[in-house]
C-alpha cells in the first residue's frame, strides 16, 4: 500500500517563504511531483523530482530524499495568487510497462496581506 | 487550443440514473486516467488506460467503467447513480516514456462537477 503525508492548512505572509513538507511510504517509486490546484480548477503541474536534490524553478523549488521518503516544496516572495492548494503525488510503477499516480490528500496554503 | 477537454463541465441528475462523461486529449498521449475528488478535495486515482492495459482502482465500484473509442479519448459511464457520486471528476493524459525516462506529468481536463439529487 502506499501512504502520502501533507500538512492540511498553512497560512503565511505575502512576500514570505513557506515551505511544504511531504512524507511517503511507497513500494516500486519512480518520482514524486508536485501540484497546484486553485479552487474550482484543474491541478496544474509545478514539479517533479526523481533523484535525490534541489529542483529550482523561479520562485518554486522543490526537494527529494528517497532514502528518507521525503519531500518539500518551496514558495519564495510569496504572492497574493499563491493562495492555492499544493498536492503533493507520488509514482508508482505498478506493472506491465504502467505506472500510477496517488495524490496526498493536498496541503491549504493561504496568503496574507 | 485546449489540451484535454472535457463535457459536460456540469451534471445534474436524479438518483438511479446512468450518465457518461466524455474526455479528449489532442497531446498525443498515450495513457489517460480518471480522478475523482470529494468534498474534501482528496484526489483520488479511478482508471488509468493506455493501449495495452486499463488498471482499475479496486475501491472503484463496476457501476463506474471507462470506454476508450480511441487513443484520444476516455469516457467514463456510470450505471444507477447514488448520492455518493456527486463530486468533481478529472480527466488526465501523459506519456508514459520518453527517451527511456520516465516523463509522467500528467495534464488534467477542467474537470466535470457532478450532482446526484
Known amino acids: 500500500g502506499q501512504n502520502i503525508d501533507q500538512p492540511t492548512e498553512m497560512t503565511a505572509t505575502e512576500g514570505a517563504i513557506v515551505q511544504i513538507n511531504c512524507t511517503y511510504q511507497?513500494?516500486?517509486?519512480?518520482?514524486l511531483f508536485w501540484y497546484q490546484q486553485h479552487a474550482g480548477e484543474a491541478p496544474t503541474f509545478l514539479s517533479y523530482?526523481?533523484?535525490?536534490g534541489l529542483e529550482e524553478k523561479g520562485r518554486f523549488s522543490s526537494f527529494l530524499s528517497r532514502s528518507k521518503g521525503y519531500s518539500y516544496l518551496l514558495l519564495k516572495e510569496l504572492q497574493m495568487k499563491d493562495s492555492a492548494s499544493y498536492l503533493c503525488a507520488v509514482v508508482r510503477y505498478s506493472g506491465a510497462g504502467s505506472y500510477q499516480l496517488t495524490f496526498g490528500k493536498g496541503t491549504k496554503l493561504s496568503v496574507i496581506p | 487550443d485546449t489540451a484535454v477537454s472535457q463535457t459536460p463541465k456540469y451534471l445534474v441528475t436524479q438518483m438511479g440514473n446512468d450518465k457518461s462523461i466524455k474526455c479528449e486529449q489532442n497531446l498525443g498521449h498515450d495513457t489517460m486516467y480518471w480522478y475523482k475528488q470529494d468534498s474534501k478535495k482528496f484526489l483520488k486515482i479511478m482508471f488509468s488506460?493506455?493501449?495495452?492495459?486499463?488498471?482499475i482502482n479496486e475501491t472503484v465500484p463496476n457501476r463506474f467503467s471507462p470506454k476508450s473509442p480511441d487513443k484520444a479519448h476516455l469516457n467514463l459511464h456510470i450505471n444507477s447513480l447514488e448520492l455518493g457520486d456527486s463530486a468533481v471528476y478529472f480527466c488526465?493524459?501523459?506519456?508514459?516514456?520518453?527517451?527511456?525516462?520516465?516523463?509522467?506529468?500528467?495534464?488534467f481536463g477542467p474537470g466535470t462537477r457532478l450532482t446526484v439529487l
Open positions: 511507497t513500494s516500486g517509486f519512480n518520482g
Open positions: 488526465a493524459s501523459s506519456q508514459q516514456w520518453e527517451d527511456s525516462r520516465v516523463v509522467n506529468e500528467q495534464f
Open positions: 523530482n526523481v533523484l535525490d
Open positions: 488506460y493506455n493501449n495495452k492495459e486499463l488498471i
